[in-house]
C-alpha cells in the first residue's frame, strides 16, 4: 500500500512521494506534505518556468528563484507564470 499525506497544495488525503525528491530540510518538509500529484504538477511547471523565462540552471540565481516559486506554488500563493503562455492540447 502507498502511503499518504495531507497534502499542503490541495489540502487533501493523497498519495504521497516515495522519497524525498531534495536534499537536506526542504527535501523532509516536501516529503512530509506534499502529494505526488502536487510534485508533478510543479515539476511540470517549473519546467514550462524554466523554458519560458530561459532559465540557466547553472547559474545560483535562477535556481533560488525557482526554489522560492517552488514555495509559493505549494503554499498556494501567487506564483509566478510565464506571460503568454499557452499549455499544449492533449490530442484525444
Given at each position: 500500500?502507498?502511503?499518504?499525506?495531507?497534502?499542503?497544495?490541495?489540502?487533501?488525503?493523497?498519495?504521497?512521494?516515495?522519497?524525498?525528491?531534495?536534499?537536506?530540510?526542504?527535501?523532509e518538509n516536501?516529503?512530509?506534505?506534499?502529494?505526488?500529484?502536487?510534485?508533478?504538477?510543479?515539476?511540470?511547471?517549473?519546467?514550462?518556468?524554466?523554458?519560458?523565462?530561459?532559465?540557466?540552471?547553472?547559474?545560483?540565481?535562477?535556481?533560488?528563484?525557482?526554489?522560492?516559486?517552488?514555495?509559493?506554488?505549494?503554499?498556494?500563493?501567487?506564483?509566478?507564470?510565464?506571460?503568454?503562455?499557452?499549455?499544449?492540447?492533449?490530442?484525444?
Amino acid at each position: 500500500m502507498s502511503r499518504t499525506v495531507f497534502c499542503r497544495k490541495y489540502q487533501e488525503e493523497l498519495e504521497g512521494l516515495e522519497r524525498a525528491p531534495y536534499p537536506g530540510p526542504i527535501g523532509e518538509n516536501i516529503y512530509e506534505t506534499i502529494s505526488k500529484k502536487a510534485w508533478q504538477d510543479w515539476l511540470s511547471h517549473q519546467t514550462m518556468l524554466i523554458n519560458e523565462k530561459h532559465l540557466n540552471m547553472m547559474d545560483a540565481s535562477s535556481r533560488e528563484y525557482l526554489k522560492q516559486e517552488m514555495q509559493k506554488f505549494f503554499a498556494g500563493e501567487d506564483y509566478d507564470k510565464a506571460e503568454g503562455y499557452v499549455p499544449p492540447v492533449e490530442k484525444e
